[in-house]
C-alpha cells in the first residue's frame, strides 16, 4: 500500500492513545490510505496528525463512533478502563494493543462482549521506529476471535506484521511477556558481562561483537532444544554440557567476579536455581529441569 491508495478503499480506523507507539502507528494508517480519526488525553498529540489527513475527535465516545474498527493504544489496563467508561461499544471491534497482562486481557475481553463489541488483544513486539519498516522484523501477537482477526487481518498488517496466537484472549499478553521477559534476561546477562571489563584494558565496543554473537549462538539451539526435552519429558536427550558440570563452573564464574569487584546480583539466582535441580537430580540432564522449578502451583 502506498500514500496515493484511494482511501474509498480502505477500512476506516479510530486509534485512542498518540504515544510514540500510537503515534507511529496512526502515520502508517495514513500513509497507506485509511481514513482515520484520532484521539488522545492530550489533545495537541492528536491535533498534530490533522495535516496529515486524520480526523481529530473532540472525545475518546467521538472516536469509538467514527468507525467500526476501534484500536486502543493506552498506557495500561486502567487507562482502558477509565476512556472508554460510558463509551457505547455496541457493534465495535475493538482491538487493544495496550500492554496488559493475560488476566486482565481475558478480563477486557469479558468485559467488551458485554458491552456489545468483539475483541481482539495485542501484544506489540516492536519499537516505534520499527513501524512501517517491514525489513524491521516488528509484529504483534494477537489472540481472540480468530474470525475477527481474519476479518480485519489486512489492515492490522499495515504498520508491522500480525503473528495470530489463539483464541484465548490472553495469550497474546502472554506471548509479549514471555518474550520480553526472556530479553531482560538476555540484558541482565551482557550487562554482567560489560561489568567484568569495565575497569580492563578492554575496548567495549571491540567486545561487543564478541559478546553478542557468543549469546546468538548459545540461545538459538538452546531454546530449540529446552523445548523439544519440555514436550518429550526426556531432560537428557542431547545433552552437551550436563547439569553437573555447569554448577561446577559458576564457581569460577563468582570467583572472577569478586575478583573484578563486580556484583554477582545478575547472575547468582541463576546458579542458585541450578543448584536446586543438582540436589534432586542425577546432574545428567542439562537445564530444562529449572523451568518446572519456577512454576508454582496457583
Known sequence: MNATTSTSQQTPVSLLGLGAMGTALARTWLTAGHPLTVWNRTPARAEALAPEGAEVADSAAEAVAAST??????????????????????GKDLVNLTTTTPAEARARAAWA????????DGGIMAVPPMVGVPEAGGY?????SRELFELHRETLA??????????DPGFAALHDVALLSAMYGMFAGATHAFALIRRENIDPVAFAPLLGDWIKAMVDPSVGQTAGQLVSGD???DVV???????????????????????AELIRPQFALMSRLLDRSTGLEDLTGTVDLLVRDR
Open 113 to 120: 462482549e458485554e458491552r456489545g463489541a468483539r475483541y481482539l
Open 241 to 263: 554440557s550436563n547439569l553437573a558440570m555447569q554448577v561446577a563452573g559458576t564457581k569460577t564464574l563468582l570467583a572472577t567476579a569478586e575478583e573484578q569487584g563486580v556484583s
Open 235 to 237: 531432560l537428557t536427550s
Open 158 to 167: 499495515v504498520p508491522v506484521g500480525t503473528t495470530y496466537v489463539g483464541e
Open 140 to 144: 504483534v501477537f494477537y489472540s481472540g
Open 69 to 90: 474498527l476501534v484500536l486502543l493504544c493506552l498506557l495500561d489496563d486502567a487507562s482502558v478502563e477509565t476512556t472508554l467508561d460510558g463509551v457505547d461499544l455496541t
